[in-house]
């Protein structure tokens, strides 16, 4: 933690990622983008979660991206590494990677592919990986994203892991305020990070953690604002501002919308590329969300 | 085919896979099962499918599988293996795999981690993959399984797929007789397989290939009579039969309750293994599930 007030927040990027024409990974542009999202106001950087469309890339990928970014010179506890597959052998090969590279914090999507699974099962696949995850330094982040992963965690199962596993926090992308005070004040230990911004303010009132979201890419040093001055004055009036930005981005396909607008600011082609299923926003799209964007400030 | 019959239906049993007590796949029992599947009325054996907990293992025990299977003497014409995965590479990686092992009939999911994504997108994604696999032997089968994948084939998708690329047939799990009717009728030249064989008999009837169902694990014998006699007077008997047993095994979590009735067919212990998030059935469930069945001729 970087930050200057006491009971500040924590701001995390889900970074997104940066490819090639060839749509392989730049790891160069990645860890120039990294180190870019920690000078300008993030506390730490979420490598290889939805944003940066970690499950197109193959775990061979996934781990030469971390390594680069380390490479780089980017400290390993400003990263969080997204580790969870659908395949425990994968969550384990990328959970122990992280770990030997010296990165202690993962985040863990359930196991995704099948639908309706019991609480028990998904326990029983967090009771594998860590059976086999052969540091005891590891700090779970339980990746809530019902919309994405289809595969939520309950109440019940979060208590249960909480209690077995070393869970440190939680990323709640569910995009619901109510469940994300329910967590706070149901599991003290938690460390609740909003996945949208547009409830920071409220989270870190509630005594959750802070964010770690996609918009932050471009919103940090703004969302590094309010998390420093939250207690302050003008708190209400920088939520307002951000989630002005969050709503006119929200329109549109979340990550190629950011990555139009790291384009259109840097200059920079390669920033427009996605790896399918993902696809650049239209041109009728990416004129559409810079006219939404034109009545805010970022 | 092995079919006596003129313009017989194919039946394919997206096999089960076998697992020891460390929940890694049991070669040997595996193309054991399989063997006894071609031996006992199955046209075809589709590996590596949702049934198979396909997306539970890693790539590389994808692999090992199907290299197992094909070294115990199955035939790989009678073959179809599952290789679509979230991320390109590792269908690739799989494609090419099945190509090089003898195998020309891959059953692909989309990639299937993002949502809402667009038609062109995940024609994109067809793309890259089509880029990257050697051989002009392949053989592409959709995957529509809307419920589990939560990314559904559009009509209008179906006919560029099969326009652009070897798209030979669909396994159409998506339940809906409509949609499976649609498909037949939009496209003549898709070979439809019904994912549930409550619908065989109209399938085949409507002009569709056949199944390809994880049902047919447990009443190989009876879908093939049917796809044998389909214009023959018990055929709607056949049916009525076949469409009991697998109202009674829908109760149940799908493929613990094929397991189950596996174990307790054989007294083979081995065959309630299951990797997580998938569990066995809880004794209760076990015994609801016999019960039910007791009634049924399987």
């Not at 506890?77 to 580790?83: E, Q, W």
């Not at 604002?225 to 920088?238: C, S």
Request: net charge negative; aromatic share 8%; with cysteine.
């Amino acid at each position: 933690m970087n930050r200057e007030a006491p009971n500040a927040g924590a701001v995390y990027a889900a970074s997104l990622t940066p490819l090639d024409e060839a749509l392989n990974i730049n790891h160069e542009r990645l860890s120039q983008h990294v180190r870019w999202l920690l000078a300008n106001g993030c506390d730490g950087v979420a490598l290889m979660g939805t944003t940066g469309e970690a499950n197109s890339f193959s775990v061979g990928e996934r781990k030469a991206a971390v390594e680069a970014v380390l490479d780089a010179g980017i400290a390993p506890d400003r990263l969080i590494v997204g580790t969870g597959c659908c395949a425990i052998p994968e969550t384990v090969e990328l959970t122990n990677h992280a770990l030997k590279c010296g990165v202690h914090d993962v985040l863990m999507l359930p196991p995704f592919y099948y639908k309706e699974v019991s609480d028990e099962g998904i326990f029983a696949a967090f009771d594998q990986v860590m059976q086999h995850v052969g540091s005891r330094l590891c700090r779970i982040y339980l990746y809530h994203f019902p919309h994405m992963s289809a595969v939520p965690f309950s109440d019940d199962l979060v208590g249960r892991l909480l209690e077995a596993f070393p869970v440190a926090g939680m990323k709640d992308s569910s995009g619901d305020y109510a469940h994300m005070v329910r967590m706070v004040r149901m599991f003290p230990k938690l460390k609740v990070f909003t996945g949208t911004e547009r409830y920071l303010l409220d989270v870190l009132k509630a005594g959750g953690a802070g964010c770690i979201t996609a918009t932050v890419n471009v919103t940090c040093r703004k969302a590094s604002r309010l998390a420093n001055a939250w207690h302050g004055a003008h708190a209400t009036a920088i939520q307002e501002e951000l989630t002005q930005v969050r709503t006119a981005i929200e329109q549109f396909p979340m990550i190629a919308a950011l990555k139009s607008i790291m384009g259109q600011q840097s200059g920079d082609e390669y920033w427009y590329n996605m790896r399918p299923p993902n696809v650049p926003l239209s041109a009728v799209q990416a004129a559409a969300l810079h006219t939404a964007l034109r009545t805010c400030t970022i």
